[in-house]
């Protein structure tokens, strides 16, 4: 494995690497650090997309991405068990009282207003001011990137997914 580029997208970093998957090498995309990565290796969670082989830019087009369905579980199970800490989250519940809180996108360049559905992250149910257990949808429409850069999450649920990333097995 060889680590290609760092792509950088308001404070979110993206590292490229070449990893051979047995049936040639493909470049990957990652959040993990390449200092970690070579301590560690590089588990296929922790691969949030993969590029087709004749992607040779560093200048990656959203179409170009090809999301990594592992990743993007890990990533609803990290804001599942983790969005009753996100101030933010139960801030909207107690706002909106009953129906369903938002999850959007940081990248969103309108969210007091009309929101694109790639920057929806996902819904929770809210009954009494607060977020129902267990309620989280993700949104199948959410892109984790856009023209308007790579996802952007709110800091409690951004640490909960780092801290998961760096505690998988090698």
């Known amino acids: 494995m060889s680590m290609l580029s760092t ?5 979110r970093e993206v590292f490229r690497y070449q990893v051979d998957f047995g049936g040639g090498e493909r470049d990957v995309l990652s959040l993990l650090d390449p200092e970690w990565v070579s301590q560690r290796g590089l588990h296929p969670e922790a691969v949030i997309a993969v590029l087709p082989a004749d992607t ?6 959203p179409a170009d991405v090809r999301e990594n369905g592992p ?14 800490r996100c101030g933010l ?3 909207e519940a107690e706002i909106q009282g009953s129906g369903f809180v938002y999850l959007l ?4 360049p309108t969210p007091g207003g009309r929101v694109p559905p790639e920057d929806i992250i996902g819904a929770f149910e809210v ?3 607060a977020l129902v257990a267990g309620s989280y949808r993700h949104n199948p429409r959410h892109r984790l990137f856009t023209t308007a850069g790579w996802f952007r999450l709110p800091a ?15």
């Open 156 to 170: 409690e649920i951004e640490d909960a997914l780092q801290t998961r990333l760096r505690t998988m097995p090698t």
């Open 89 to 91: 989250l139960r801030r």
């Open 56 to 61: 040779e830019s560093d200048v990656i087009n």
């Open 127 to 129: 009954r009494d001011g």
């Open 7 to 11: 792509m950088l997208d308001g404070g």
């Open 105 to 108: 996108d940081g990248r969103t």
């Open 71 to 84: 990743f993007l579980r890990l990533l609803s199970r990290a804001i599942f068990e983790n969005a009753d």
